[in-house]
């Protein structure tokens, strides 16, 4: 029993503006509106157990208020490809943004609702991973982290310390995600969140119940009557399980 990584959920003011912005940005099509839209690749099939991670922006009515503690990193194949892809993000409406990050190695920007990511300047393990090279998360302690989240997605962690944690998919495709510790983590709600879906065969309630045992807790963030289920990881993290189609 394993869950799979879905999507990135963000939250948004505009949805679909989000939603084309990160379509272009990732060299996607944008899908939906009406409060949800997803970029994904062309042909995007979330039900194929192969589906790379994609985003979907979700409206909420003010987003200002929450707090960040995951982003995307973005992978590049060359210093070229590095350069030019900060460039374009920019010209479609990406800003620099300063968050101390001090490191040459990256580039930080926020997409036109202010969420932060990075670029990051060519890097070997991030090699194949496509336009996403990790999903990056904020925590107390990785070592927890990359056992709760290597235990619930089945993913193979590459890297532990006091300091980091980086997992990956088993089959070494795809982005990796990766836990750094992190001071001051905030309280609140969060802008981005991670849903996992379960694999054919194996059913929500289950994978629900599996997760409770390895330490998620049930979350009430005023989702009402939905076909998915909210929970938070053992640091507060809120994730969703999807229902498998």
């Not at 879905?6 to 939906?32: E, M, P, T």
């Not at 589906?51 to 979700?58: H, L, M, N, S």
Request: hydrophobic share 40%; charged share 20%.
């Amino acid at each position: 029993m394993a869950l799979r990584l879905v999507q990135v959920n963000l939250k948004a003011r505009d949805d679909a503006a989000l939603g084309r912005f990160w379509a272009a940005a990732l060299g996607w099509v944008a899908r939906g509106g009406h409060g949800a839209t997803s970029a994904a690749p062309e042909g995007f099939d979330w039900t194929d157990p192969d589906a790379p991670v994609c985003v979907d922006a979700i409206a909420v009515p003010d987003p200002s208020t929450v707090h960040y503690r995951a982003h995307l990193e973005l992978a590049t194949t060359s210093g070229v490809h590095y350069l030019q892809l900060v460039a374009r993000l920019q010209e479609i409406g990406a800003t620099l943004a300063d968050v101390g990050q001090g490191d040459g190695r990256r580039t930080v920007l926020a997409d036109p609702e202010g969420n932060e990511f990075c670029v990051l300047e060519p890097r070997e393990p991030y090699r194949g991973s496509g336009p996403i090279g990790a999903v990056a998360v904020d925590c107390a302690d990785p070592q927890v982290m990359a056992r709760f989240w290597g235990e619930a997605t089945g993913w193979t962690v590459h890297e532990t310390t006091s300091d980091r944690a980086l997992l990956r998919s088993a089959n070494g495709t795809g982005p990796f995600l990766e836990f750094a510790r992190t001071p001051h983590l905030p309280g609140a709600r969060h802008r981005a969140h991670l849903d996992v879906v379960p694999y054919r065969g194996d059913t929500q309630q289950a994978e629900v119940a599996r997760l409770l045992g390895l330490g998620a807790s049930p979350a009430d963030v005023g989702q009402g009557d939905v076909s998915w289920v909210v929970l938070t990881d053992p640091e507060g993290n809120e994730f969703c399980v999807l229902a498998p189609a």
